[in-house]
């Protein structure tokens, strides 16, 4: 690899663009800010919202309750179904830079944790604007408010500070049963807070009316819409090594390649999210599941006869390959599952680079060779034999051989930062995932 020569980076202007401070995520959070940052402009020199014998408490729970709703809806598996399906349907035909913008469709987690932040801040002000109002005599407000006003505060803070990167990865578990637990209870006091305040105006006007009511109902059918389908189904585990664990179990509905489901041994606790390896002509889930914290340590080591499924199949980064007429994907470990449906269903020519620990030994021979049989010109890298490679020259070499239109990395979350980085600094089109759940 010491041959493998990488082509000069771009401008150091157009380097900044592509760095990770500055990916399209970050961008969404960023407008966002600016979004709301105006419309609290406008509300103080403007619209007049906070007059010292008058604060606006409805245009204030609009405000809220609209960025909360971005928030939600945008993480609903249909609507992210969506969005990949509109993104991904660009002819390949069109130019490249077109299509990768479309590429980065899977950056839309920016907007749902903007959103939240923002609605937390405009709660912040509302709460602040209630007891102003009590302190100065300029509006009356129950006890009940009072007190569930604030208890949502808690709620929604604590809910941010555990989505905050560092704690989110340090403490993963409670990051989940916070954003479970806390957002199902922010919901249901949401809509007792409604009420309380609609008991409160003298208006007649009937609650199917007003647009909060329908907000809510909105976001309370995308909250329980994944729960009715939730099943426990038979599983069947095959372990080639301690490490891995090979599952396949029937859920009811075909997986498309791209998609992942989340599993769980306790559904009210957590949930962890898998990618999909379907095989063509095949009903049924494939999972490929490796050893890489407590939940997957004890599924493997337990293998369970029956897990929990929920929700449908939801689509990821995998998919942006239908955009590309070749692609590269690079893989480490356990990466190659998400991975595995694309190059079965060999709808994108491809070039797969997978580095791992003894494959054969680690995952099996049967999925060593069914690997080999769609990528007879895979480069896999025994690291137990050759040490770890440089993936991003490896990487490169392939694309430019290949003459392939992107790369797609699936590894953990420094690795597949710096491969990704270092393409897009040299003006090739580089994806993979950011971490936002």
């Given at each position: ?19 990770p ?13 600016l ?34 709703t ?24 069109w ?32 709460v ?16 009940s408010i ?6 949502i ?26 954003h479970r ?87 009210l606790l ?60 690079v ?23 997978w ?37 991003v ?21 420094s ?23």
């Amino acid at each position: 690899m010491e041959n493998i020569i990488l082509p000069p980076k771009k401008s150091l202007l157009y380097r900044i663009g592509k760095l990770p401070l500055f990916i399209p995520y970050q961008r969404l959070f960023i407008l966002v800010t600016l979004i709301n940052s105006y419309i609290l402009y406008k509300s103080i020199y403007s619209w007049n919202w906070f007059q010292v014998d008058n604060i606006a408490l409805n245009s204030l729970a609009r405000v809220i309750l609209f960025n909360f709703t971005l928030a939600i809806l945008i993480r609903q598996q249909y609507i992210v179904n969506f969005l990949f399906k509109v993104a991904t349907s660009v002819p390949k035909s069109w130019p490249l830079f077109i299509r990768r913008i479309c590429a980065k469709v899977y950056h839309f987690g920016g907007l749902h944790s903007s959103s939240a932040t923002m609605g937390t801040i405009w709660y912040c002000i509302f709460v602040g604007a209630i007891y102003y109002g009590v302190i100065n005599k300029t509006h009356e407000i129950s006890i009940s408010i009072l007190i569930i006003t604030p208890l949502i505060l808690v709620l929604l803070i604590g809910i941010v500070i555990m989505a905050l990167p560092k704690i989110r990865t340090k403490f993963h578990n409670q990051f989940e049963i916070t954003h479970r637990i806390g957002g199902w209870s922010v919901l249901i006091l949401f809509w007792v807070q409604m009420f309380l305040f609609l008991g409160q105006e003298l208006t007649t006007m009937p609650l199917w009316q007003k647009l909060e009511f329908w907000i809510l109902i909105s976001l309370t059918i995308s909250v329980i819409l994944p729960w009715l389908r939730l099943k426990k189904v038979p599983i069947q585990i095959t372990r080639p090594s301690n490490h891995v664990a090979l599952t396949s179990f029937n859920y009811g509905v075909t997986p498309f390649a791209g998609s992942s489901t989340a599993l769980s041994r306790n559904p009210l606790l957590e949930w962890h999210s898998f990618a999909n390896v379907p095989s063509p002509d095949q009903d049924g889930f494939r999972l490929t599941i490796s050893r890489a914290g407590d939940w997957t340590g004890q599924f493997i080591s337990d293998k369970p006869e029956k897990i929990w499924v929920k929700g449908i199949p939801t689509a990821g980064v995998g998919n942006v390959d239908k955009l590309f007429n070749k692609v590269i994907w690079v893989a480490t470990g356990s990466g190659i599952g998400p991975c595995l449906p694309h190059l079965l269903l060999n709808e994108t020519p491809s070039v797969l680079i997978w580095s791992t620990r003894t494959p054969e030994k680690t995952y099996g021979d049967n999925l060593v060779n069914e690997i080999r049989s769609v990528q007879p010109n895979a480069i896999i890298w025994n690291t137990d034999e050759k040490g770890k490679p440089d993936l991003v020259k490896l990487a490169y070499k392939a694309y430019s051989d290949f003459n392939a239109e992107a790369i797609i990395c699936i590894s953990n979350q420094s690795l597949t930062q710096k491969v990704v980085h270092a393409m897009e600094a040299r003006g090739i089109p580089a994806y993979g995932a950011i971490w936002d759940s």
